[in-house]
């Protein structure tokens, strides 16, 4: 019987230990499983069509800051605020034809006046005297503003000479068609409205675009493919035919 004894509990675990593997085999396949299904979303995510063939959410798009809170309206009073604002200056400018130095100057000589009195009145009236903030400029954020300035300038130098170049015919032709739609504009109106059409737009367009994005991507998915279908047809009727009557002047070389 004691002989037995130990025969006896060493099946019991060797039948513990098979049900253990079981167990821990199911949850890591599980597990893993698991960890399959996010990058299987991420990879349908991937192939759905997003205009402009971006990879990032609006949001980042926009720069992920306080600029896109505003332009996207996550702040409702804030956003509502600077659109209240520029609407303001707009009407100034434009409506009222007030003049940008005559408004600045305005401003600033009823702000320096109630100041200057409230600092000399504080002493008859027996109240404090107005706390002036000291405003600068950081010179970390001037530096930024024109490092960015530059290389969005150097790019788009850089651009064009790509195109003055005569190696992408389908960019030049855009590229001048939205130049001359540019000046079609400039001659409805002048630089203030074009520029409070502008921001208007920036505070509408990425909002709308955010809530109904899937239905705009897909829109946009099918136009893409009808334009791309014209401009093939056109390429091959028109553009090949003028390329081909244009003289290349190839050299030869001597033997």
Known sequence: ????????????????????????????????????????????????????????????????????????WRNKKISAGVLGGATAMWVLFELLEYHLI???????????????????????????????????????????FASALRYEINRALAVLREIASGRDLKKFLSVIAGLWLLSVVGNWCNFVTLFYIVFVLLHTVPVIYEKYEDKIDSFGEKATIEIKKQYAVFDEKVLKKVLSRIPKGALKKKD
């Open 1 to 72: 019987m004691a002989e037995h004894a130990p025969e006896h509990e060493s099946a019991d675990k060797s039948l513990v230990e098979k049900i253990t593997d079981k167990i821990h085999g199911h949850d890591s396949s599980s597990s893993d499983s698991d960890d399959d299904k996010p990058s299987s979303i991420d990879a349908l995510k991937s192939k759905v069509f997003r205009l402009f063939g971006r990879e990032k959410p609006i949001h980042h798009v926009l720069g992920a800051g306080k600029p896109a809170d505003i332009f996207l």
């Open 102 to 144: 005559t408004l600045v100057c305005h401003i600033s000589i009823l702000s320096l006046a109630v100041l200057f009195l409230w600092s000399n009145a504080s002493t008859f009236i027996n109240k404090s005297p107005p706390e002036i903030p000291v405003v600068t400029l950081p010179e970390k954020f001037v530096l930024e």
